[in-house]
């Protein structure tokens, strides 16, 4: 291995280290707005069902609001523990 790709190497790893932190703050941001989906939803049911368009298909909207509660929250910890995992085997490595 020359000189130059061993330099190569070494520029690489700092932009890849940032790009591996921020998604891991990107998965804690998604997995704070799936929580925040969970408290917001009893608050803004009642407005909801005030209309009555929707009235015959209220089911239907609760069961999206929490599926998109869970699947903001998955894919978060997903995105957490991927990188966490990145992140501690680059710290590890020389």
Do not use: C
Not at 8 to 26: E, G, R, Y
Not at 34 to 46: A, E, H, S
Not at 50 to 64: D, P, W
Request: glycine share 10%; net charge positive.
């Amino acid at each position: 291995m020359t000189n130059s790709e061993k330099s190569d190497k070494n520029d690489k790893a700092p932009k890849d280290k940032n790009k591996v932190v921020v998604q891991t703050i990107w998965g804690i941001v998604l997995t704070l707005a799936g929580i925040g989906v969970f408290f917001r939803i009893p608050q803004v049911m009642p407005r909801i069902e005030e209309i009555k368009q929707f009235a015959s298909v209220m089911f239907f909207i609760r069961f999206s609001f929490y599926l998109l509660g869970i699947l903001l929250i998955g894919g978060g910890l997903k995105k957490i523990y991927i990188n966490s995992g990145m992140l501690k085997d680059r710290g590890s490595s020389p």
